[in-house]
């Protein structure tokens, strides 16, 4: 990544990323969702770029630890939220797992990429009403292999690259949570404020 474009995403995060820790399921954004950081994103995803993956995840562990709502858990196990077999293979990645990889890099928490994963392939959300996302993800998500084996002895950290209305990370959350798993919030890259306030 280039200087210029170095400088102009980091022009995107936000000056309080724990404004919504207060909620039900605490989140946790780097960035808001529009303009370069939108862009990045897209490219990430769709144009093939996974190495962008890296600087945002960077971004987002390095806010992480000077908030607050780090100091408050020592100890955490990250878990990005999956993206369906045939999606990876077509893709050759899940963008959330880069993002949670590169953030516990900084970090140093633990990272299980298959703590969740997703069974059933869903219509992309983007478009969907807040009911229609909910509706979308029914079935969606249950425990990984990893946590098949042997459930996490912290809590979990749900890691995403775009929070919009909550719903993924809400059926997220209520699977762990289903298996006695503790569940202490969860970060993403971006959002936008009309899907923080929702």
Not at 27 to 37: A, I, K, S, T
Not at 136 to 165: C, Q, W
Not at 166 to 180: D, E, F, N, P, Y
Request: hydrophobic letters at 35%; one cysteine or more; aromatic letters at 10%.
């Amino acid at each position: 990544m280039c200087e210029y474009c170095h400088r102009q995403l980091q022009r995107c995060q936000l000056s309080n990323p724990s404004e919504f820790w207060h909620e039900e399921l605490p989140v946790f954004v780097w960035g808001n969702y529009g303009g370069v950081l939108k862009r990045a994103i897209a490219a990430l995803k769709y144009d093939n770029k996974p190495q962008l993956a890296r600087p945002l995840g960077y971004w987002l562990g390095e806010a992480w630890q000077k908030s607050p709502v780090a100091k408050e858990s020592k100890k955490l196990t990250v878990v990005p939220i999956p993206i369906h077999p045939s999606k990876r293979q077509k893709r050759g990645f899940n963008q959330a797992e880069l993002i949670a990889q590169s953030f516990c890099q900084f970090t140093g928490y633990s990272h299980q990429p298959f703590g969740l994963e997703r069974i059933r392939e869903t219509e992309a959300q983007f478009g969907l009403s807040v009911q229609e996302r909910s509706q979308n993800l029914t079935g969606a998500l249950e425990i990984g292999k990893s946590f098949r084996r042997n459930s996490p002895t912290s809590p979990v950290l749900i890691v995403d690259d775009i929070y919009t209305t909550g719903a993924t990370v809400r059926s997220a959350a209520q699977i762990l949570r289903k298996q006695g798993i503790k569940v202490y919030g969860v970060v993403a890259i971006a959002s936008s404020k009309k899907g923080m306030m929702r």
